[in-house]
């Protein structure tokens, strides 16, 4: 039995964490290679090691060398190693690390440090190996993973090795370059690892109990998801549901290894699995989870006879291109279509070009721009095949008076995602929330 954990940033944050962390491994033989984040913040207001080491970019580029940024993630690095009693010669890897980061001169590999740094002290710390993910982990020419040859190198650099620590979050480019995942990244190398050695279980070890049924931001205490399959997981963890990089899922998938979430800080909670469709079981439920986005923008149009006039949908999709943005959803009916677009893709006037190029391109009856709609989307397989769930949702939301300004179910009926204006989100959740999971509502 092979277990990769994968521990995020706030269990790496100091050394009473990392002991945690070493109990925690040794409560379980099979838990064999660590995958670790930099440290993150160790209590409200403090700065993660990431966001320093951008930080100290940024002061390389300014005054050619590293700065105060710098000097605080050395203090986090010291900190720990005393902590942890190791004796490491932390002072010259920091000045090494400091002159690689000026002679680099890039962010990936800048942040890419934390990463490295805290693997080579919990390798210390456990008194196991440390393989450097620049070695194993490749990105191809057009910055995707190279899944071929990164995990012939992951299997080579652990092959006689019972325990190992693998630095998270970043690898190298095919110019030999280091090269790293978008944030939280250090979650798609533990799939990565866990993948590459074969593992029957991804742990992923963070500091809340799993997933929740919903934003507990918005509704106090929501019940938490025991089981999740790949497929709601992606749909969740796109649309905000953020206790999981949203594409951790990838590489497990594929090899069909479960992910269990799981709380450093509270290890006797169950957490939330994370299974291929054919080892689910629903949990009876028509819903599994519900999750949300603000600020989209919707660009509606409306032609007659849209639905003889061949290449209308391609001609706007060019104009889309031709500005760089990509679109979320795509609603359409026999007379009109609709675009839903991430209002961070239309900066800075681009949307009164798109709108003018739209209008040359396809002359529509009528153009209409929302800005500032959000998407919920309430998720689940029990939703399949299931009648009255979509009324049940819909009148759920007309109760408390918001207007749908969208909807879109997916044809797997996993999900259907409804559009209302930002300022309804809110109330909106808690509406659908009430109705699928009220009695467990606390009284
Ligand atoms: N340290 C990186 C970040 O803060 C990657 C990670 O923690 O997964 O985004």
């Known amino acids: 039995m092979i277990k990769v954990c994968k521990f995020g940033g706030t269990s790496m944050s100091d050394g009473t964490n ?23 913040k160790r209590y409200s207001g403090d700065s993660k090691v990431t ?110 090795k019972r325990k190992a620590v693998v630095a998270g979050f970043y690898g190298e480019d095919a110019e030999g370059r280091v090269k790293t995942f978008s944030r939280g990244g250090s979650d798609v190398t533990g799939a990565i690892v866990a993948r590459a050695a074969g ?30 399959s790949y497929r709601e997981l992606r749909e969740l963890s796109y649309m905000g549901a953020n206790v999981l990089h949203s594409e951790a899922i990838f590489p497990v998938r594929e090899a069909d290894i479960p992910i269990q979430i799981k709380n450093t800080f509270r290890p006797q909670d169950e957490g939330t699995r994370i299974l291929p469709v054919s080892k689910y079981v629903p949990s009876g439920r028509p819903v599994t989870g519900i999750a949300g986005k603000k600020h989209f923008t919707v660009i509606y149009l409306e032609k007659s006879l849209m639905n003889a006039e061949l290449g209308f949908a391609l001609r706007i999709l060019e104009v889309l291109r031709r500005h760089n943005i990509s679109f979320e959803h795509m609603p359409s009916g026999i007379d009109t279509l609709s675009f839903v677009i991430d209002s961070a893709e239309l900066k800075y006037g681009v949307l009164d070009r798109v709108r003018e190029e739209i209008v040359q391109a396809v002359s529509p009856d009528k153009i209409a721009v929302f800005d500032d709609v959000a998407l919920i989307a309430v998720v689940g397989h029990g939703m399949n095949r299931q009648v009255g769930i979509a009324a049940r949702l819909f009148q759920a ?28 989100y809110e109330c909106t959740v808690r509406a659908v929330y009430e109705e699928f999971f009220k009695e467990e509502m606390p009284h």
Do not use: Q
């Open 51 to 160: 966001d320093l080491l951008y930080e100290a970019l940024d002061e390389v580029r300014e005054g050619g060398h590293v700065g105060e940024a710098y000097a605080k993630v050395c203090e986090r690095f010291r900190g720990i190693v005393r902590e942890l009693d190791l004796s490491l010669d932390i002072d010259s890897m920091l000045e090494e690390t400091a002159h690689a980061i000026e002679a680099e001169g890039t962010y990936d590999f800048a942040a890419s440090r934390g990463e490295y740094l805290i693997g080579r002290i919990a390798a210390a710390f456990l008194g196991i190996p440390f393989i450097d993910a620049r070695d194993t982990v490749k990105f191809d020419a057009s910055g995707k993973l190279d899944g071929e040859r990164t995990y012939a190198l992951l299997r080579e650099a652990l092959k006689g």
């Open 397 to 424: 939301i007309a109760r408390v008076g918001v207007n749908v300004r969208m909807i879109d179910e997916g044809s797997s009926e996993l999900n259907i995602i409804v559009g209302v204006n930002s300022e309804d």
């Open 18 to 40: 990392i002991r945690r962390v070493r109990d925690i491994l040794s409560l379980d033989a099979a838990r064999r290679y660590v995958v670790a984040s930099a440290p993150g």
């Open 199 to 228: 593992a029957d279980l991804y742990e992923n070890w963070t500091d809340v109990s799993g997933f929740l049924a919903c934003d507990p931001r918005i509704v106090a205490d929501p019940v938490g998801i025991k089981a999740l």
